[in-house]
């Protein structure tokens, strides 16, 4: 049975002491997210209201990128100051992925960012209506 394509729940974090930081949630039906830099939030919480073909194309990259495989966590052995920690939880089909990292992402041996997170990144960032 499919209950529309959004997700049961929906989370994701990212930011670091430095550089902008963004928080998107999905809170009864409604997508939340909020931009903020150097460690403290805007306060300005935004919403944006995702069709759903948008969250249909959502899930398929989800699911192309192996998002569910993610491990739990991910963490760079030489990651000391500037750090970027983010978070996921997301919830479809009846199954939590909770998945964190610290400087460290799938497919991606050491601190850079990989390509399977930079897209999952861009997917959030369309759902919420592109870049600012």
């Known amino acids: 049975m499919h209950s529309g394509a959004s997700p049961k ?5 990212i930011g670091g002491s430095v550089g902008p930081s963004l928080y998107v949630r ?3 039906g409604r997508l939340l ?7 403290g939030y ?4 935004m919403e944006a209201s995702p069709t759903e073909e ?11 990128l192996g998002v569910r495989e993610w491990e739990r966590e991910y963490v ?3 990651s000391c100051c ?18 964190r990292g610290a400087s460290g992402y799938p497919g991606s041996a050491g601190p850079e960012v990989s390509r399977e997170f930079r897209e999952f990144r861009a997917a959030v960032e ?4 592109g870049s600012r």
């Open 9 to 13: 729940a929906f989370e994701f974090y």
């Open 26 to 28: 999905l809170v009864d």
């Open 33 to 39: 997210y909020e931009w903020a830099s150097g460690g």
């Open 42 to 45: 805007s306060g300005v919480v």
């Open 54 to 64: 948008e969250w249909a194309r959502f899930r398929e990259i989800v699911d192309r």
């Open 76 to 78: 760079a052995a030489h």
């Open 82 to 99: 500037d750090v970027t920690y983010w978070h996921l939880r997301l919830e479809v089909d009846g199954r939590q992925i909770v998945v």
């Open 126 to 129: 369309r759902l919420i209506g």
